[in-house]
């Protein structure tokens, strides 16, 4: 043997555990033994050793090394020993764990089995394909069972749906109408081709290739759903159709959309592009109760629907918008912002966008357009006879009602379309009938606009409300509700002048005037209630002054000279005082405008409001007019206003439906509420104030013999309307006359002046509203037992208690203490506020605070009850209208 071959390490001890050890020592714990320690086989379990020959020999891991050793030792495994660790291990203290047996697959190996760290947590390709396939396995299990279950509309059965019935008051049918019976189905091949192409072109530009869904739409509708918005955006035409045919569910939910999605697939794969184009030209809603193309067609352009342009056919495009916003009529009484004009502006807008598509996609040539550059020639929005004469404005008016109030109601505009509802409405047939026979007879003996140009344009307008409970019992619209679309009874901008005092003196009664000596805080908590005998100037362009003595002044700096009607004075110089109730019966604007200023214009509005107009419909809240009518109220609400008078000081909101019942039953009853604007003693007085106007005032011509009544007449500045608003105890009625231009293409409704107008110099509310209410009274009241007002409470103190001598009118202009207005402020210098020492007291009317010389800014006028209405510029600096289109009852801003 060569000394230079290397001789095996020897065993450290001897013996049979020694040699044990050295095969089998490494498998007794967990560490492996260092390279070199022995000579033995266990050498293999270090991280390096040297096998036969001196080669290295790397192993993967313990299983190797143990299979290593086991060769080693002879080739084959040897048992364990009697008490040996699970991992042959020496058996005893420090013994090792050994290995169990395989352990049972798991179906989702997730954590995954050996595996550590991060690794452990992500789950394996065949996991996450195992996923994936299972839920579109289940998608696709769904959307087979949805897609079997939902069945194909038939457009036959959607326009099956019924009329909705009014009923009159006393339960009598008045008209069936409203519901879809306004159809007319029609052949593919007599729609235009220019019809579908608009379509198309706004709606679903790939509506011929796609496969009745659009998937993005979808996915928009759905997010929108989630954040709680609607679900338009995600419709195909062939979805549309689906959704204009399963009129048994037009909810906003998930599960209705899902079932619309399956109903339109199984439509598109159903049907050709043919059917369904005109499946949903002749079940889409056009406005003006018109279903379908023809009836389209025929409600707007009074022709068949195969005769329609392309210019025609882009219009009738935009109405599947919406018609309450596009059809250029109109639909104020739905919403204020649907006027005529905004309508008419977006409906062209619209129009010339799907032109422009149409080109732009192929479907058009640009020479054809060319010739649609304005809106088409359209036709009155009432085809419908049954709606003619007042029918048309009280189903409106009813409608209004049910839909601004779908709160209470319950009822919306789609369910209104849908129809089959019974609308027991609170209109009395024979008061109907009556009121317009009433204005029929003064219209026909008086306005001639063949004669006089001063009649053109003349217009009427009433409303009668039951005190006891503000049920609305006639109106008078117009002269025919398919010709005339404004409803004069319920939104005209009107101004309603001197019918507006009553509420003056009710603000004077309730809270009182406020202490000239006191700040303006503590005096609007130290306050004297007025009584119906106290004083207050009578006096023709009086200088107008805050309730501390102080001149008023707008915002230029200019004063205020308040002019009655005619220029007359009332009173005894030099002082022209005279009490409220003659002050009232005289219809004197300058005592009610000092009154207003002296008890706060803020509450003047409060007792408006709390009456029952609305607060909309008051403007120039800021300037001494307010208190002579320069708000523009509706006639429905002002007699529910005077009606609060009548009832004592309850107040009850005027209202059209009673009851509504369809094939479930009733859907809605109407429950009157009724608060207390005015305390009995208040609402007395101004009751019989107002009595003696129409006793011995401006409106005897309203007397009913053998009957209380109480009124007031009104004429505003410029003489561009004149009003009468009275009652009994058992009815109120308004009545409004005023001229305007309501030609359609008039985008600004102008207000014209009735100087002339009916032969006579100047219209006032004495005259022929005072004469139409008269007439419609006496034929309302007849068989009812007259009764009587209550006897008013005395109320307030008496301000100002100068002996009184009996009023007599003259004129302002003779009397050296009624100067004539100065010239414009540009042109004269403006008086300054008068200093401490030159304060006038409250009643000191007369006193100049510039030393009597008068000079600086005036402005006269006034409205009255035979009154002009004065302004200091033309359009108030509060942003108030004096011809704002605030007042309807059920609609427009009035609510």
Same mark, same amino acid.
């Given at each position: 043997m060569s000394e230079h071959r290397r001789k095996p390490p020897q065993p450290q001890g001897g013996g049979r555990a020694a040699a044990r050890r050295g095969q089998s020592g490494a498998s007794s714990g967990r560490r492996a033994a260092p390279r070199g320690a022995t000579g033995s086989p266990s050498d293999s379990y270090g991280s390096g050793q040297y096998g036969a020959g001196g080669e290295q020999q790397s192993y993967g891991g313990r299983a190797e090394a143990r299979r290593a050793a086991q060769r080693s030792a002879g080739g084959r495994r040897r048992a364990p020993e009697p008490g040996a660790g699970r991992r042959g291990g020496a058996a005893g203290p420090g013994g090792g764990r050994g290995r169990q047996g395989p352990e049972r697959k798991r179906l989702i190996d997730y954590p995954r089995h050996g595996r550590d760290g991060w690794r452990r947590w992500m789950p394996s390709w065949k996991l996450v394909s195992g996923l994936c396939l299972g839920f579109i396995g289940s998608l696709v299990a769904v959307a087979g069972i949805g897609y079997a279950m939902v069945g194909v509309p038939d457009i036959a059965k959607t326009a099956t749906a019924q009329n909705n019935v009014y009923y009159w008051s006393d339960g009598t049918e008045m008209v069936a109408t409203g519901g879809e019976t306004n159809r007319q189905i029609i052949d593919y091949s007599q729609i235009p081709a220019a019809m579908r192409y608009a379509v198309i072109s706004q709606e679903n530009k790939t509506f011929e290739t796609d496969r009745g869904v659009d998937p993005k739409g979808i996915a928009r509708a759905f997010l929108n759903m989630a954040r709680g918005g609607q679900t338009q955006g995600g419709s195909t035409i062939t979805q549309q159709y689906v959704k204009n045919a399963m009129l048994n569910d037009q909810s906003q939910t998930v599960s209705r959309k899902f079932k619309e999605i399956f109903v339109a697939i199984k439509v598109g794969a159903t049907f050709d592009k043919d059917e369904i184009m005109a499946g949903y030209l002749n079940s889409a809603y056009y406005g003006r109760n018109a279903y379908g193309i023809q009836a389209a067609a025929r409600a707007y352009f009074n022709k068949d629907a195969i005769k329609l342009n392309p210019g025609e056919c882009s219009f009738l495009a935009a109405m599947l918008k919406g018609a309450t916003y596009y059809d250029p009529a109109g639909a104020e009484s739905i919403d204020t912002a649907a006027t005529p004009q905004a309508n008419t502006k977006r409906a062209f807008a619209q129009m010339q966008d799907t032109l422009d598509k149409m080109v732009e996609y192929g479907h058009l040539n640009a020479t054809e357009r060319a010739k649609y550059t304005q809106l088409p020639k359209w036709q009155n929005p009432r085809s419908n006879t049954a709606l003619s004469g007042q029918t048309g404005y009280l189903v409106d008016l009813a409608n209004s009602y049910l839909v601004n109030n779908s709160d209470k109601t319950g009822i919306t505009e789609e369910?209104?379309?849908?129809?089959?509802?019974?609308?027991?409405?609170?209109?009395?047939?024979?008061?109907?009938?009556?009121?317009?026979?009433?204005?029929?007879?003064?219209?026909?003996?008086?306005?001639?606009?063949?004669?006089?140009?001063?009649?053109?344009?003349?217009?009427?307008?009433?409303?009668?409300?039951?005190?006891?409970?503000?049920?609305?019992?006639?109106?008078?619209?117009?002269?025919?509700?398919?010709?005339?679309?404004?409803?004069?009874?319920?939104?005209?901008?009107?101004?309603?002048? $001197?019918?507006?005092?009553?509420?003056?003196?009710?603000?004077?009664?309730?809270?009182?005037?406020?202490?000239?000596?006191?700040?303006? $805080?503590?005096?609007?908590?130290?306050?004297?209630?007025?009584?119906?005998?106290?004083?207050?100037?009578?006096?023709?362009?009086?200088?107008?002054?805050?309730?501390?003595?102080?001149?008023?002044?707008?915002?230029?700096?200019?004063?205020?000279?308040?002019?009655?009607?005619?220029?007359?004075?009332?009173?005894?110089?030099?002082?022209?005082?005279?009490?409220?109730?003659?002050?009232?019966?005289?219809?004197?604007?300058?005592?009610?405008?000092?009154?207003?200023?002296?008890?706060?214009?803020?509450?003047?509005?409060?007792?408006?409001?709390?009456?029952?107009?609305?607060?909309?419909?008051?403007?120039?809240?800021?300037?001494?007019?307010?208190?002579?009518?320069?708000?523009?109220?509706?006639?429905?609400?002002?007699?529910?206003?005077?009606?609060?008078?009548?009832?004592?000081?309850?107040?009850?909101?005027?209202?059209?439906?009673?009851?509504?019942?369809?094939?479930?039953?009733?859907?809605?009853?109407?429950?009157?509420?009724?608060?207390?604007?005015?305390?009995?003693?208040?609402?007395?007085?101004?009751?019989?104030?107002?009595?003696?106007?129409?006793?011995?005032?401006?409106?005897?011509?309203?007397?009913?013999?053998?009957?209380?009544?109480?009124?007031?007449?009104?004429?505003?500045?410029?003489?561009?309307?004149?009003?009468?608003?009275?009652?009994?105890?058992?009815?109120?009625?308004?009545?409004?006359?005023?001229?305007?231009?309501?030609?359609?293409?008039?985008?600004?409704?102008?207000?014209?002046?009735?100087?002339?107008?009916?032969?006579?110099?100047?219209?006032?509310?004495?005259?022929?509203?005072?004469?139409?209410?008269?007439?419609?009274?006496?034929?309302?009241?007849?068989?009812?037992?007259?009764?009587?007002?209550?006897?008013?409470?005395?109320?307030?103190?008496?301000?100002?208690?100068?002996?009184?001598?009996?009023?007599?009118?003259?004129?302002?202009?003779?009397?050296? *203490?009624?100067?004539?207005?100065?010239?414009?402020?540009?042109?004269?210098?403006?008086?300054?506020?008068?200093?401490?020492?030159?304060?006038?007291?409250?009643?000191?009317?007369?006193?100049?605070?510039?030393?009597?010389?008068?000079?600086? *800014?005036?402005?006269?006028?006034?409205?009255?009850?035979?009154?002009?209405?004065?302004?200091?510029?033309? $359009?108030?600096?509060?942003?108030?209208?004096?011809?704002?289109?605030?007042?309807?009852?059920?609609?427009?801003?009035?609510?």
């Amino acid at each position: 043997m060569s000394e230079h071959r290397r001789k095996p390490p020897q065993p450290q001890g001897g013996g049979r555990a020694a040699a044990r050890r050295g095969q089998s020592g490494a498998s007794s714990g967990r560490r492996a033994a260092p390279r070199g320690a022995t000579g033995s086989p266990s050498d293999s379990y270090g991280s390096g050793q040297y096998g036969a020959g001196g080669e290295q020999q790397s192993y993967g891991g313990r299983a190797e090394a143990r299979r290593a050793a086991q060769r080693s030792a002879g080739g084959r495994r040897r048992a364990p020993e009697p008490g040996a660790g699970r991992r042959g291990g020496a058996a005893g203290p420090g013994g090792g764990r050994g290995r169990q047996g395989p352990e049972r697959k798991r179906l989702i190996d997730y954590p995954r089995h050996g595996r550590d760290g991060w690794r452990r947590w992500m789950p394996s390709w065949k996991l996450v394909s195992g996923l994936c396939l299972g839920f579109i396995g289940s998608l696709v299990a769904v959307a087979g069972i949805g897609y079997a279950m939902v069945g194909v509309p038939d457009i036959a059965k959607t326009a099956t749906a019924q009329n909705n019935v009014y009923y009159w008051s006393d339960g009598t049918e008045m008209v069936a109408t409203g519901g879809e019976t306004n159809r007319q189905i029609i052949d593919y091949s007599q729609i235009p081709a220019a019809m579908r192409y608009a379509v198309i072109s706004q709606e679903n530009k790939t509506f011929e290739t796609d496969r009745g869904v659009d998937p993005k739409g979808i996915a928009r509708a759905f997010l929108n759903m989630a954040r709680g918005g609607q679900t338009q955006g995600g419709s195909t035409i062939t979805q549309q159709y689906v959704k204009n045919a399963m009129l048994n569910d037009q909810s906003q939910t998930v599960s209705r959309k899902f079932k619309e999605i399956f109903v339109a697939i199984k439509v598109g794969a159903t049907f050709d592009k043919d059917e369904i184009m005109a499946g949903y030209l002749n079940s889409a809603y056009y406005g003006r109760n018109a279903y379908g193309i023809q009836a389209a067609a025929r409600a707007y352009f009074n022709k068949d629907a195969i005769k329609l342009n392309p210019g025609e056919c882009s219009f009738l495009a935009a109405m599947l918008k919406g018609a309450t916003y596009y059809d250029p009529a109109g639909a104020e009484s739905i919403d204020t912002a649907a006027t005529p004009q905004a309508n008419t502006k977006r409906a062209f807008a619209q129009m010339q966008d799907t032109l422009d598509k149409m080109v732009e996609y192929g479907h058009l040539n640009a020479t054809e357009r060319a010739k649609y550059t304005q809106l088409p020639k359209w036709q009155n929005p009432r085809s419908n006879t049954a709606l003619s004469g007042q029918t048309g404005y009280l189903v409106d008016l009813a409608n209004s009602y049910l839909v601004n109030n779908s709160d209470k109601t319950g009822i919306t505009e789609e369910k209104l379309r849908t129809g089959g509802l019974s609308i027991h409405t609170t209109f009395d047939k024979k008061k109907v009938k009556e009121l317009t026979a009433a204005v029929t007879k003064v219209q026909k003996s008086n306005i001639k606009p063949k004669e006089r140009p001063e009649d053109t344009h003349v217009q009427f307008g009433g409303a009668s409300v039951d005190p006891d409970s503000g049920a609305i019992r006639a109106i008078y619209g117009g002269e025919d509700a398919t010709k005339h679309f404004t409803n004069n009874a319920d939104q005209t901008g009107a101004q309603v002048g $001197s019918t507006f005092k009553p509420f003056v003196l009710a603000a004077a009664m309730t809270w009182g005037v406020r202490d000239p000596d006191l700040g303006s $805080s503590q005096a609007q908590d130290e306050r004297t209630i007025v009584s119906p005998k106290s004083l207050y100037p009578g006096k023709n362009k009086l200088k107008i002054r805050n309730y501390d003595g102080s001149v008023w002044k707008n915002e230029k700096g200019e004063e205020w000279l308040q002019t009655n009607d005619g220029q007359a004075s009332y009173g005894s110089p030099p002082n022209y005082k005279i009490d409220l109730r003659e002050a009232m019966r005289e219809s004197v604007n300058s005592a009610f405008v000092q009154l207003g200023m002296d008890v706060g214009l803020d509450k003047v509005k409060d007792a408006a409001v709390s009456a029952g107009l609305k607060e909309k419909s008051l403007t120039g809240t800021g300037f001494p007019s307010f208190s002579i009518g320069i708000s523009d109220p509706s006639a429905i609400r002002m007699a529910g206003a005077y009606a609060t008078f009548a009832a004592s000081g309850k107040q009850r909101d005027p209202y059209s439906v009673e009851k509504v019942t369809s094939k479930d039953g009733v859907t809605y009853t109407h429950k009157t509420e009724t608060k207390e604007a005015f305390t009995s003693p208040v609402a007395d007085n101004v009751t019989d104030i107002l009595k003696t106007v129409v006793d011995k005032g401006t409106g005897t011509a309203a007397q009913l013999p053998g009957r209380d009544v109480a009124g007031k007449t009104g004429t505003t500045d410029g003489n561009k309307s004149a009003w009468f608003v009275g009652y009994t105890p058992q009815l109120s009625t308004a009545i409004t006359m005023f001229r305007y231009d309501d030609n359609e293409s008039n985008k600004n409704r102008t207000f014209l002046e009735m100087y002339g107008t009916g032969g006579q110099k100047k219209i006032h509310g004495a005259s022929f509203p005072a004469q139409i209410w008269h007439d419609y009274m006496a034929e309302a009241l007849k068989g009812e037992k007259a009764k009587s007002f209550p006897t008013p409470e005395p109320i307030g103190k008496v301000l100002n208690e100068d002996p009184l001598p009996s009023p007599s009118p003259s004129v302002s202009e003779s009397e050296e *203490s009624s100067p004539s207005p100065s010239p414009s402020p540009s042109e004269s210098e403006v008086e300054p506020s008068p200093s401490p020492s030159d304060t006038c007291g409250r009643f000191d009317w007369q006193c100049q605070s510039n030393g009597g010389t008068n000079q600086g *800014s005036t402005n006269g006028g006034g409205p009255g009850g035979g009154d002009t209405s004065p302004s200091p510029s033309e $359009s108030p600096s509060d942003g108030g209208n004096p011809r704002g289109q605030d007042g309807g009852l059920f609609g427009g801003r009035d609510g």
